[in-house]
Nanobody, 124 residues
Framework: EVQLVQSGGGEAQDGGSLTLSCAGVGFTFEDLSLGWFRQAPGKEREAVSCISSDNGPSYYSDSVKGRFHISRHNAKNTAYLQMDSLKPEDTAVYYC?????????????????WGLGTQVTVSS
């Protein structure tokens, strides 16, 4: 069974940092792109970032570019999202996603598997 097990998140102050992790189980981790989407209350889900299967090109939404950094360690079957300079508008539930594609159209890419989500709350 394909699973994405999320950890990390929680609460941070404005300007603080948090790290999200996403561990893949039940599939060949290095075959898929990994990324994160987020959904804030009352808003649509949006793509945040992704990294391609071979640790190649990554993508960041304009809202997080320069503040967030995505990476993956294929030997550990884990991807990471380092979130720095957090803002209250980053508050959302963050979902890890595995897909065939990572690029500028990541928001529209079909997702093979979703994590359960983890809450990130940034207070001012």
């Amino acid at each position: 069974e394909v699973q994405l097990v999320q950890s990390g998140g929680g609460e941070a102050q404005d300007g603080g940092s948090l790290t999200l992790s996403c561990a893949g189980v039940g599939f060949t981790f290095e075959d898929l792109s990994l990324g994160w989407f987020r959904q804030a209350p009352g808003k649509e889900r949006e793509a945040v970032s992704c990294i391609s299967s071979d640790n190649g090109p990554s993508y960041y939404s304009d809202s997080v570019k320069g503040r967030f950094h995505i990476s993956r360690h294929n030997a550990k079957n884990t991807a990471y999202l380092q979130m720095d300079s957090l803002k209250p508008e980053d508050t959302a539930v963050y979902y890890c996603a595995a897909s065939e594609f990572c690029g500028p159209d990541y928001d529209a890419t079909p997702v093979n598997s979703w994590g359960l989500g983890t809450q990130v709350t940034v207070s001012s």
